[in-house]
C-alpha cells in the first residue's frame, strides 16, 4: 500500500483569461470547467476510500501494538494517526460534495447558456451580413 498521492492527469488544467466571448468559446469554457470538476470528484471520492481504509487499517495496527505490550506511548499516536486519517477524511468528502455541487451547477449553466444564445448563435453563424452581439439591445 502506498501512500503518496498520485494526480490522475499529467498537468494542471489552465484557464487562462481572455475576452473570448463567443457563443462557442463559452460554451467550450464550460465544458471544460465541468470535465474538471467531474474528474476531480471522482478523484477525491478513491482518495477518501483510501483514507479511510488507512485510517481503519491503523486502528487494527494500533490494536496490534497494544496487544504486543510495547510502550503505550506507540498505541497512542498510532490511534491518533487514526483519528486524523478519519477527519482528513471527513474533509475530503464535504470538498468533494463541493466539487459535485459545483460541477453540476457547471453542466446546469451550460444548458441555459445553450437554451438561452444557441439559437441566436446558429442564426448569426449562417449569416453573412452582420448582426447584434447578444445584449445590444438589452442596453
Same mark, same amino acid.
Given at each position: ?16 483569461? $481572455? ?38 487499517? &491503523? ?9 504486543? $505490550? ?11 494517526? +487514526? ?5 482528513? +477524511? ?7 460534495? &463541493?466539487?459535485? %455541487?459545483?460541477?453540476?451547477? &457547471?453542466? %446546469? ?12 448563435? $446558429? ?17
Amino acid at each position: 500500500m502506498s501512500s503518496d498521492l498520485v494526480s490522475g492527469t499529467s498537468a494542471p488544467v489552465a484557464w487562462p483569461g $481572455d475576452d473570448d466571448h463567443r457563443y462557442k468559446a463559452v460554451q467550450g469554457k464550460l465544458l471544460a470547467l465541468a470535465t474538471a470538476l467531474d474528474d476531480a470528484t471522482l478523484e477525491l471520492e478513491g482518495l477518501r476510500r483510501s483514507m479511510r481504509t488507512n485510517a481503519s487499517h &491503523t486502528e487494527d495496527v494500533a490494536d496490534d501494538i497494544e496487544n504486543a $505490550d510495547l510502550d503505550r506511548k506507540f498505541v497512542e499516536v498510532t490511534n491518533l494517526v +487514526a483519528v486524523a486519517l478519519g477527519g482528513a +477524511a471527513v474533509q475530503v468528502k464535504d470538498l468533494h460534495d &463541493t466539487a459535485r %455541487e459545483t460541477a453540476d451547477l &457547471t453542466h %446546469e449553466t451550460r444548458r441555459t447558456h445553450s437554451r438561452l444564445y444557441g439559437a441566436l448563435d $446558429d442564426i448569426r453563424s449562417n449569416r453573412r451580413e452582420k448582426t447584434p452581439r447578444p445584449g445590444f439591445f438589452n442596453r
